[in-house]
């Protein structure tokens, strides 16, 4: 039985899909780097989000030589729009992921 504010069974079991994830790390220098999505990406849809997340890796997660700021605030950038700023300082390089 199901109240008014829960899903049922089958409205969950539409909205599980495959999903496929890659991940890089990239060394990056000392400086400040825009990154974004290059031009004519597609939107998003119905059933995912075509994107990208900047973050520090786990073996790195404090790293106070790292900033990484954008519009949301929390790494994400939207294949429509979003850019984001990472400035690594101090004298090593330093990996995102």
């Given amino acids: 039985m199901s109240t008014p504010n829960t899903p049922d069974q089958a409205s969950i079991q539409k909205?599980?899909?495959?999903?496929?994830?890659?991940g890089h790390l990239m060394t990056l220098d000392p400086g400040l780097y825009c990154i974004f999505h290059t031009k004519n990406q597609k939107p998003a849809d119905d059933h995912g989000f075509p994107g990208i997340r900047i973050s520090l890796p786990p073996f790195l997660k404090h790293n106070p030589n790292v900033q990484i700021t954008g519009f949301e605030g929390d790494g994400w950038i939207g294949a429509e729009k979003g850019v984001l700023l990472v400035q690594v300082s101090g004298k090593e390089s330093t990996q995102v992921k």
């Fill in 15 to 22: 909205r599980i899909y495959d999903l496929k994830v890659t």
